[in-house]
């Protein structure tokens, strides 16, 4: 079964630290995804990558960086943590065209203290 | 104008209803539709894709239509386990890259 996964379901940072988020998908997907998902505001997109070393900004980009260095990882950088950045954190991926749907992993849930 | 608009509901039905959702997407050169499905406090996930044909999986009917930029997602006999939300989603002018609607939650009452 192909698999996106993300490497913690829970986190509990404080304010002003250095957090990373890593996802890692088995599927050799090109394209890549992260979103942030908070109550009455849907899927928001934060970063994307299409290839290795590849990384556009999405719609909320603002606090975050990202990185691929290898296929396979796609990992999220909260530079200095806030407590707006509390939320659920969703990575996806999908083939190089996007025609058969996205894949997500199980989320992290982050709490900004 | 949001590019996918949906009713966020939410929608109260009794076991066994029959429940419709509606979608609207404002880009016309959209090729791929989809319904996912987001159970609480879980990720997305597929739920079917929708084809020009209009699509059925069991209790699940998926319809597009073109000309007044709408898909559809007909539920019937509704089961307390549908409870969840159901988002649309649309490649709003990307080959590569969707676009998520906010969802409309659905809660089956016994």
């Known amino acids: 079964d192909v698999k996106v996964t993300q490497s913690s379901r829970y986190l509990v940072k404080r304010t002003g630290e250095k957090v990373f988020l890593e996802c890692v998908q088995d599927m050799d997907h090109e394209n890549m995804f992260w979103y942030r998902q908070d109550p009455g505001l849907g899927l928001r997109l934060i970063y994307f990558?299409?290839?290795?070393?590849?990384?556009e900004k999405g719609d909320i980009p603002e606090g975050y960086s990202v990185s691929r260095e290898k296929k396979e990882r796609f990992s999220l950088i909260l530079e200095s943590a806030s407590t707006n950045q509390t939320s659920m954190y969703l990575c996806?991926?999908?083939?190089?065209?996007?025609?058969?749907?996205?894949?997500f992993g199980s989320g992290t849930r982050l709490t900004v203290v | 104008r949001k590019e996918v608009e949906q009713d966020p509901g939410p929608f109260n039905v009794p076991e066994g209803a029959t429940v419709a959702f509606n979608c609207t997407y404002s880009n016309s050169a959209s090729q791929s539709f989809f319904w996912y499905r987001q159970d609480c406090r879980k990720e997305p996930k597929l739920l079917m894709s929708?084809?020009?044909s209009g699509n059925e999986d069991g209790r699940f009917t998926a319809q597009l239509n073109r000309a007044s930029q709408y898909i559809s997602l007909l539920i019937r006999d509704s089961k307390l386990s549908d409870s969840a939300t159901y988002l649309c989603?649309?490649?709003?002018?990307?080959?590569?890259?969707?676009?998520f609607g906010s969802g409309t939650q659905l809660t089956v009452l016994p």
């Open positions: 989603v649309v490649n709003a002018g990307s080959a590569r890259q969707l676009t």
């Open positions: 996806a991926s999908s083939p190089r065209l996007a025609n058969y749907g996205y894949t």
């Open positions: 990558s299409y290839d290795v070393k590849m990384k």
């Open positions: 929708v084809y020009s």
